[in-house]
């Protein structure tokens, strides 16, 4: 039984990868096309092209971490080498060379490149870390919940702080008298997040430990082939794919939602007794809410999982989050209607909070009934596929999202517009298509991702019998 330091420690990790992640995802294609300067065309060709090449680099990652051997483990040792990296990498993404636009292109090209590589030289390595702390399938959800409380912690801290650490150095900037305030703010804000996010990894290498040891006895090729045929982790791909285009396209969305349906200026008012007060209501705020509420979901996977099983979790939770993201569409803008956002974004983001341990959980289950039926150790490619289906959700995602923009007329800020927090009349067509991001796309997806899940095979008796089986080999091996 592994303990509370541990799993704590083990949260700490994901909690670094969300906090850049979630940026990424909800600002990024923000910053590209108005900080930056990049078209929206461009700025979405780059995200697709780049994420693609970061999935596919993460099976090769996969690979390397389960034929890694040291004393400290296959997987632990990649958190310490490569955390520097991975902050490093996040702040020249954020910098805004004063180059001609196709220098800055290629700029843009090369640092999401090294980015995304990075990521993955840290990230697959700590996923599969999940398949050799425990045996316990019901500690593989424990461990999992804690990563998720943590990352959506993480989030909570980061998509909290993040405008107003952008404002902070945009205003420190004005009062020294410098120009370009706007591309160096986002610069040394994300200098802010990067060192955090060092930190924490470098505590969850100090705090965790690797207890089974598994070796992989066949060859690339025969975990290749393998994994081809492994019809849970075909099922199981498709369905995290789904659910992670689900969150991206409405993170992505927001940004642009709230500066043109919202606006700059919109507040909540609320009233105690004789106390009247109201809170600006801003993409930040209905972000970081989502993340509160996420953890909240995450607390409640656990006990859901076990009543209900994984599979019927899943369907069910996608279910709901298919009728939430329909009735979002019909919320009036008023007063009234952005006490609603809120409370949706609530709901959905409860929702979305208990997918993400579930899935990680489930990929723990595709892992162990690979390494019965194919007698392969193959945890880092197995788990490495569930950041290859975040990453093509989040590429998919978040080039629709600039694309469909860009087709309907969607006309993105300069930087002084930005700062001035200037309102543009943007075409009708722009307009509903941000309604659309919001809601009937988002639910759609949902709806794909039931059907594919109805179809996965490893239901709660069949794990368990995987895992008494496993229990015997293992035992037999030792």
């Not at 019909?330 to 208990?354: A, C, H, Y």
């Amino acid at each position: 039984m592994a303990s509370l330091r541990e799993k704590i420690g083990y949260g700490f990790g994901d909690m670094s990868s969300s906090m850049f992640w979630k940026v990424f995802s909800y600002y990024l294609p923000f910053f590209y096309s108005n900080v930056f300067g990049l078209s929206l065309v461009d700025a979405g060709v780059l995200v697709l092209v780049t994420r693609i090449w970061d999935a596919v680099s993460d099976p090769v990652m996969g690979i390397i971490a389960d034929r890694t051997h040291t004393r400290w483990g296959k997987y632990r040792p990649y958190l310490l080498f490569v955390a520097p990296l991975f902050s490093i990498a996040g702040i020249l993404l954020f910098t805004t060379p004063d180059w001609t636009y196709s220098a800055k292109l290629v700029y843009a090209y090369i640092t999401y490149i090294f980015m995304m590589t990075v990521y993955t030289g840290i990230n697959v390595p700590y996923g599969a870390m999940l398949g050799v702390m425990t045996d316990d399938p019901q500690e593989k959800t424990v461990f999992s919940s804690f990563r998720m409380f943590f990352a959506y912690g993480g989030s909570f801290i980061a998509l909290a702080a993040w405008e107003p650490l952008v404002n902070f150095f945009k205003n420190h900037h004005a009062l020294m008298g410098g120009a370009g305030g706007g591309p160096s703010a986002w610069q040394h804000a994300m200098m802010v997040i990067a060192a955090v996010c060092l930190v924490l990894f470098l505590l969850t290498f100090a705090l965790t430990r690797e207890r089974l040891k598994t070796v992989s006895t066949v060859s690339v090729g025969k975990d290749f082939k393998a994994l081809l045929s492994n019809k849970p982790w075909w099922l199981l791909i498709g369905a995290a794919l789904c659910f992670n285009l689900f969150c991206t396209v409405r993170g992505a969305t927001v940004a642009y939602f709230f500066a043109d349906i919202i606006g700059f200026d919109a507040v909540l008012h609320f009233s105690f007794f004789t106390f009247h007060s109201s809170l600006l209501f801003y993409a930040g705020l209905f972000l970081s809410v989502g993340e509160i509420a996420n953890m909240v979901g995450v607390a409640c996977t656990v006990p859901l999982a076990r009543r209900l099983g994984k599979k019927s979790l899943f369907i069910g939770v996608n279910a709901a989050l298919f009728f939430l993201s329909i009735a979002f569409f019909f919320i009036p803008v008023s007063t009234t209607g952005f006490w609603m956002m809120l409370l949706f974004q609530v709901l959905i983001s409860m929702l979305t909070g208990i997918m993400s341990p579930l899935i990680w959980s489930m990929y723990a289950d595709v892992s162990d009934y690979a390494e019965l039926r194919y007698h392969t150790a193959s945890t880092g490619l197995i788990f490495s596929s569930s950041s290859m289906a975040q990453k093509f959700g989040g590429a998919i995602g978040g080039a629709a999202v600039l694309w469909l923009l860009s087709a309907c007329g969607y006309t993105p800020r300069t930087d002084e517009q930005l700062a001035a927090q200037s309102l543009i009349t943007q075409p009708e067509a722009a307009m509903q298509c941000l309604r659309y991001l919001m809601s009937f796309i988002p639910a759609a997806v949902s709806l794909l991702a039931i059907l594919v899940c109805y179809f996965y095979p490893l239901t709660t008796s069949r794990v368990r019998d995987i895992n008494e089986q496993l229990k015997i080999e293992r035992n037999d091996n030792a």
